[in-house]
């Protein structure tokens, strides 16, 4: 799945968009568990597809691993935003003090 140039900007966008993307992203996987309002993206301004976002999660990702769609949404969406404590965390956190 994907957030970035492949992500939601693109043409033709995430699945769920309904302009003919196939490739599942964030947003899709965000869909299928619910933490998008369907009938209020952009404030309503474009109605999002759970069953596209769902198919495209499950031919891409959820088929080919053996999960459940909503268990390949998850471990998506979760990735996503999963911080990197290691890479942001100052070096002064590491140093042992004496």
């Known amino acids: 799945m994907s957030a970035a140039t492949n992500g939601a900007g693109a043409d033709p966008g995430p699945a769920c968009y309904g302009r003919g993307g196939v490739a599942p992203t964030v947003t899709d996987a965000d869909l299928v568990l619910c933490y998008l309002d369907p009938s209020f ?33 998850w471990l998506e969406s979760s990735g996503a935003r999963m911080p990197r404590p290691l890479e942001s965390a100052p070096m002064s956190l590491f140093m042992i003090s004496r």
């Open 41 to 73: 993206f952009l404030g309503g301004k474009l109605p999002l597809h759970r069953e596209a976002a769902e198919r495209s999660i499950r031919q891409a990702v959820a088929g080919p691993l053996g999960m459940e769609v909503a268990e390949a949404a």
